[in-house]
């Protein structure tokens, strides 16, 4: 159960607040293994550096909560905890090199919208209730996510085309050309190199596996067309 009610704009922002920090300290513990599992280096890179700016980021709530004289703990985040669960998850798929790096921006990127969303909120209620210091300090941090979901939003458009073209054979025109262009220069391994994370134990008969790889092929494909059609409309 929440620790605080909610009977004021006020109890709203230090309840959002208190779900941000919680989602911020999940991240600290996740990001690690997403970038571990990148398999191009521009994409490491992309989780290394949020990794760095989330402990900064985690550190400005607790500043914002002590200007308030209140703690930060008290909430834990479910759908930090369901975001992250979902990107554990795409760990453990026998998936192709270039579609699982497609599949992590797709969960980083769920995962930095969600947080826009909240210190987009933050924010509006920090600056109606006059938190003027805690908004210049939220807006920090929400500069950084809006910065971080556009460069994945970058690295998204060249490896979705390397995704595309792991399956082999049905590359398009289109995405011919723009392989031509020095931009989409792929940065992540060709077809057919191995993962260096275990492809030992997995569960289940070999029927089973097989029927779930070809289902996860089919949905690599489906995640790049999403990732690089949300790369469009930004
Ligand atoms: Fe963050």
């Known amino acids: 159960m929440p620790s605080d009610s909610l009977e ?8 959002e607040l208190r779900d941000l920090y919680d989602a911020e300290n999940q991240l600290v513990k996740a990001l690690p293994a997403m970038s571990r599992a990148a398999q191009s280096p521009e994409l490491k890179r992309a989780f290394d550096t949020p990794l760095r700016e989330t402990k900064e980021q985690v550190r400005r ?7 308030l004289g209140e703690k930060p703990s008290g909430k834990s985040c479910k759908a930090m905890q369901g975001l992250v669960a979902e990107a554990k998850e795409l760990l453990e798929e026998d998936a192709e090199p270039a579609v699982l790096d497609a599949a992590l921006i797709v969960a980083a990127q769920k995962v930095e919208h ?3 969303a909240g210190y987009g909120s933050v924010c509006t209620f920090g600056r109606i209730l006059g938190y003027d210091d805690a908004v210049e300090t939220l807006k920090q941090t929400m500069d950084e996510e809006e910065r971080t979901d556009e460069l994945l939003t970058q690295i998204a458009m060249e490896l979705n085309i390397e995704a595309e073209t792991t399956e082999g054979s049905s590359q398009s025109d289109s995405s011919r ?3 031509d262009r020095p931009m989409t ?7 057919g190199r191995s993962r260096t994370s275990s492809t030992s134990n997995r569960g289940g008969s070999s029927n089973r596996s097989s ?3 070809g289902a996860t092929k089919k949905q690599g494909s489906r995640r790049s067309s999403r990732a690089r059609s949300t790369a469009q409309t930004r």
């Open 177 to 179: 050309e723009m392989t």
């Open 185 to 191: 220069r792929t940065t992540v391994g060709s077809r």
């Open 8 to 15: 004021s704009l006020q109890d709203l922002f230090t309840h």
């Open 114 to 116: 969600y947080e826009i």
């Open 211 to 213: 029927n779930r790889n």
């Open 61 to 67: 709530i607790e500043q914002v909560f002590r200007g």
